[in-house]
């Protein structure tokens, strides 16, 4: 059986599923897009880890038509500010993220 999400979703329960996904990297899915902006704006896998793991939503949680949670973290990376773009979204194993996007913002 496949559990919902409460609707709305509030800022903090969903930052706290963030948090709690991300501790299982397995949980975490990478988009097509997401892959190559992360390849040329040189953002690595442990780069976004941290941003879903210690990252403050800037935008969202924003309800999708096809039933995801559209949000925005935000983070410092090595000084620079980095923000990931993801959703939030459950299957038959539970839920689950989507990174969607990542942009390293220049200073």
Request: net charge positive; with cysteine.
């Amino acid at each position: 059986m496949i559990r919902s999400l409460p609707y709305p979703l509030p800022k903090q329960t969903a930052l706290s599923l963030i948090r709690q996904i991300a501790v299982n990297s397995g949980r975490v899915l990478y988009t097509a897009h997401a892959r190559q902006r992360m390849t040329e704006r040189e953002i690595t896998l442990p780069d976004v880890m941290e941003c879903l793991a210690k990252g403050q939503i800037t935008e969202g949680p924003a309800y999708m038509p096809k039933g995801d949670w559209r949000f925005t973290l935000s983070w410092f990376r090595a000084g620079s500010p980095l923000q990931v773009v993801g959703a939030i979204d459950i299957d038959e194993d539970g839920t689950y993220l989507v990174v969607v996007t990542a942009i390293q913002k220049q200073r």
